[in-house]
C-alpha cells in the first residue's frame, strides 16, 4: 500500500490550502483514511479522517474550518484547509487504517510522506 500526498506549501495566516492523498497498492480493504500533523517538539495528533462509510471526524482545534472529502473511487482524500493559523504550521501525514492483499486477516496503519504547510503571521 502506497500514499502519495501533495499540496503543502507557505501560506499567510487567514489563507487557504488543499491536501490531497492517493492510495494505491494492494488495498484488499479500507477502513478509513486521514491526516494527521506533527510540528516541531510535539506528538503527532489527529487532524481529520474519513471512514469508508463517509463519516468524518474532526480535532477540535480544527472544526469549522478544515473540511475531509473522499473520492472512493480514485481512493484519495482531499483536506482543504481554510482560515489557516500559525499555529497549523506542522508536516503533514497522509494515513490510511486498513488490510493490505498481502496480509488481509490483520488490519494495519500505513503512512505516506509527510507534506510541509507553513502558515506565517
Known amino acids: 500500500v502506497q500514499l502519495q500526498a501533495s499540496g503543502g506549501g507557505l501560506v499567510q495566516a487567514g489563507g487557504s490550502l488543499r491536501l490531497s492523498c492517493a492510495a494505491s497498492?494492494?488495498?484488499?480493504?479500507?477502513?478509513?483514511m486521514g491526516w494527521y500533523r506533527q510540528a516541531p517538539g510535539k506528538q503527532r495528533e489527529l487532524v481529520a479522517r474519513i471512514t469508508s462509510g463517509g463519516s468524518p471526524n474532526y480535532a477540535e482545534s480544527v472544526k469549522g474550518r478544515f473540511t475531509i472529502v473522499r473520492d472512493a473511487a480514485k481512493n484519495t482524500v482531499y483536506l482543504q484547509m481554510n482560515s489557516l493559523k500559525p499555529e497549523d504550521t506542522a508536516v503533514y501525514y497522509c494515513?490510511?487504517?486498513?488490510?493490505?492483499?498481502?496480509?488481509?486477516?490483520?488490519?494495519?496503519?500505513?503512512w505516506g510522506q509527510g507534506t510541509q504547510v507553513t502558515v506565517s503571521s
Open positions: 497498492g494492494a488495498i484488499f480493504s479500507l477502513s478509513a
Open positions: 494515513n490510511l487504517y486498513g488490510r493490505s492483499s498481502s496480509q488481509p486477516h490483520r488490519a494495519a496503519d500505513y
